[in-house]
Structure formats: structure tokens, C-alpha cells
């Protein structure tokens, strides 16, 4: 039996990876893949309950799972709980427990939802990149971090931006090896001009390129990273950068795809094992009023298939099933334009599960 936890979270979280797993059922049935789920609690829903936002027994249980599906972390009701009880540290608490260094973020635009990016048709239309995102290492975990007081009495917060050679050297393969199997160009993004950090980045990535002589690397700062990816985002191929950027940059390209609510992401370690979750947050604007979109974390369970379990039939038929679905002109709130039926989080999970049931059922 694979095991597959899910951790629906907070804000919108409940709700889309309730459609998700609708999604996965309906595979595991006709493929019989063999895989039980089982429920935990991350994040803010955690800490309404045990009073932390990762309980050791959600740590053990994503520990023993084959995989993981996370919804989303945070909201209002606990943004003024001292940094260590913050939902978001259940979310880098697993990422971190788990050793998912590599944070994959495919922004592929589907053709039917040219007209919903902020951007002209022209400039997205075939879009389809991969950054790859280091995940557990860089500011978001450098020691010494925290707010001190100075002898003048004047408080000072700092964090440390850190990255050893063989962290570096870790997601470096990670990306070379993506780029081989897709259009073999590798851009990797630093600032290379002001922090000594991205200064070994560089050099690290320089010294990988050779063992992969069919990918051409080539490097960009960030702020000329970001700009680019909107004024000519089809020049990516595979983008590898560091945990903030990385961050920054694949809310940058979910625009690109005509909603955040439209992009998926597999956090793996070594080994392949890994979480995985849209790059979303809980989006507290709008949860529990049926409007989230929930195909980012549905097309997360593709990936999961995919990366996971070696399940490539049943991840390319989820990706069917949303295409079509998209074809049929359904869409959620986030992603509507003229001439659209527009639905709910609800009506869109009801609407993929329908088209894959049919397409299953014709083979
Ligand atoms: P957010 O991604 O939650 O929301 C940004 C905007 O995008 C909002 O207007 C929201 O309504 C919209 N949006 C997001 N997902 C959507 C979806 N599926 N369908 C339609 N619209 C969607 O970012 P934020 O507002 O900066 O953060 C809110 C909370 O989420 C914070 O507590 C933050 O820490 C947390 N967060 C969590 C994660 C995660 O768990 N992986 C990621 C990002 C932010
Ligand atoms: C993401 C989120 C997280 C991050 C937060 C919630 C910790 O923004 O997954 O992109 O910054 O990594
Ligand atoms: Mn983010």
C-alpha cells in the first residue's frame, strides 16, 4: 500500500485539497494504484488544536508516508504569534524534517487561458517553464537569525543568508538533470554583483556545467530575472535559483499563466519522496466561500503520480481532464474571461472528476 497524507491547512486549504482528493480517488479506483490516504494537521489548524503548527504526530505521520499533499498554511487569526508558532513554520518545519531541498515549479500556460493573464496573448502563448527552487536551506533557515537589542537601546532584526558549496551542488543536479529532459537551457539566477553567497552560487553552477555539456547555462541577477520573465518569459527554459527568489519569482510566473491558482509544485528530497502542494497560500480573502480555484493543487496530485509513484497514465489523464474541463469553457473566478461558465471551487473539482471518470471509462 503507498501512503499518502494530506494536510489541508488553513484559509482555502480545506477546500481545494478536498476537490484534489476527490481527484486522486478517482484515479487510485481505475489504475489501481494502490494508495490509501490519511488526514493531519499543519499550520494554524494545528496550533487551534495542540497548540503548535507541526504536532510530532503530523512530523511522524508525513515521515512515514510515500507522499504528502499540503493545502495551504496561515491567516490573520495567527499573524501576531511569536515567529516559532507561526502557521508558517509547520509548512518550513516539514520541509526541512523531510529534507525536500527541491522545489519544482512548472508554469505552463494552457492555451485556453491566453486571454486571462495580465499579459498579451502573444508574449505567454506556449509558455512552459520550470524553476527549480532550493527549498531548505539559504535566508530562510540561516543561523544566527532574530531581533537583538542594541547598547543604544535601538532594536535590530538580521538573518543570514548562507548556502554551502554542497547544498548549492545538490539542487545544481537537480536542475541540469531537468534541463536535459526538457529544451536543455538552464539559467541560473543570483546576485552575483552584491552577496558572496550567489558569488559560490555561480561558481558552483560553473563548475557543474561541463558534466552536462547538452545544457546550455547561462546566469542572471534577480531584478533582471524578474523583469524578463515579464516582458519575454518564453526566453526560460529551466530557471534554478535560491529559497527567497525562488519564492519571489514563481509568484512572478503564476501570473503568467493567468492565475496563481493555476500552478502546482512537488517538494522532493533525495530520494523522490515529497510533498507537494500549489504555490498558493490559504488566500483568507476568499476562503470558505467556494470562489478558490482549485486545479492548482489538483494538477499537485499529477505531480505527485509522477514524481512519487511512476503513475504517468494517471497524471497525464488529471492533465487531460483539466484541459478539457478548460476546453468547456469552466472556469473559477481567478481565470474567467468573456463567453466562460463560471463556477465555484466546488463545481470545478465536480467538472474534472466528471470529464475523468468519462475519459477512463472510453479507454
Ligand atoms: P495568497 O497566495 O494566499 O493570496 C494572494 C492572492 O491570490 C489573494 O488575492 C488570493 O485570493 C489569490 N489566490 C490565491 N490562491 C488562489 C486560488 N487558488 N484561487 C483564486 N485566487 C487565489 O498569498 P497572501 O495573501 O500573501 O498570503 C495569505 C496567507 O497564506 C499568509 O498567511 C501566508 O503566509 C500564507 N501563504 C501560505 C503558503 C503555503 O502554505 N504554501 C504560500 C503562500 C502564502
Ligand atoms: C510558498 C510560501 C511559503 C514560502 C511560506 C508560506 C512559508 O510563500 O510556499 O511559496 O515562503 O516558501
Ligand atoms: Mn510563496
Known amino acids: 500500500m503507498k501512503k499518502v497524507l494530506i494536510l489541508p491547512g488553513d484559509g482555502i486549504g480545506p477546500e481545494i485539497t478536498t476537490q484534489a482528493e476527490r481527484v486522486l480517488d478517482a484515479v487510485n479506483q481505475h489504475f489501481n494504484l494502490g494508495i490509501s490516504t490519511q488526514h493531519g494537521l499543519v499550520g494554524g489548524a494545528a496550533i487551534d488544536v495542540t497548540g503548535v503548527p507541526l504536532p510530532g504526530e503530523t512530523l511522524a505521520a508525513a515521515t512515514e508516508s510515500d507522499a504528502i499533499l499540503l493545502g495551504a498554511v496561515g491567516g490573520p487569526k495567527w499573524d501576531n504569534l511569536e515567529m516559532a508558532l507561526r502557521p508558517e513554520k509547520g509548512l518550513l518545519g516539514l520541509r526541512s524534517g523531510l529534507e525536500l531541498f527541491a522545489n519544482l515549479r512548472p508554469a505552463i500556460l494552457y492555451p485556453q487561458l491566453a486571454d486571462a493573464s495580465s499579459l498579451k496573448p502573444e508574449i505567454v502563448s506556449g509558455l512552459d517553464i520550470l524553476i527549480v527552487r532550493e527549498l531548505t536551506g539559504g535566508i530562510y533557515f540561516g543561523q544566527p537569525r532574530g531581533i537583538r537589542t542594541l547598547n543604544d537601546g535601538e532594536r535590530q532584526g538580521y538573518n543570514t543568508y548562507v548556502y554551502s558549496e554542497s547544498e548549492i551542488e545538490r539542487i545544481g543536479r537537480v536542475a541540469f538533470e531537468a ?22 552560487w555561480r561558481e558552483v553552477m560553473d563548475r557543474l556545467a561541463p558534466e552536462y555539456p547538452d545544457v546550455q547555462l547561462s546566469h542572471m541577477y534577480v531584478d533582471n530575472a524578474a523583469m524578463q520573465l515579464v516582458r519575454a518569459p518564453k526566453q ?23 492565475s496563481i491558482g493555476m500552478l502546482p509544485s512537488a517538494s522532493l528530497d533525495a530520494n523522490n519522496k515529497g510533498m507537494y502542494e500549489p504555490v498558493h497560500g490559504s488566500a483568507p480573502d476568499i476562503a470558505g466561500q467556494d ?73
Do not use: W
Open 179 to 200: 534541463a536535459q529532459k526538457r529544451g536543455g537551457k538552464l539559467c541560473s539566477i543570483d546576485k552575483h554583483n552584491v552577496l558572496e553567497v550567489t558569488v559560490l
Open 291 to 363: 470562489l478558490a480555484n482549485p486545479l492548482a493543487t489538483i494538477l499537485s496530485v499529477s505531480m505527485m503520480l509522477r514524481y512519487s509513484f511512476g503513475a504517468v497514465d494517471a497524471a497525464a489523464a488529471i492533465e487531460q481532464a483539466v484541459s478539457s474541463v478548460l476546453n468547456q469553457g469552466v472556469r473559477t473566478g481567478d481565470i474567467l474571461s468573456e463567453g466562460c461558465e463560471k463556477t465555484g471551487t466546488r463545481g470545478m473539482g465536480d467538472a474534472v472528476v466528471k470529464e475523468l471518470i468519462q475519459a477512463l471509462s472510453e479507454v
Open 236 to 258: 526560460f527554459d529551466v530557471m534554478v535559483t535560491g529559497n527567497m527568489f525562488g519564492d519571489i519569482l514563481s509568484d512572478c510566473a503564476a501570473m503568467l499563466t493567468g
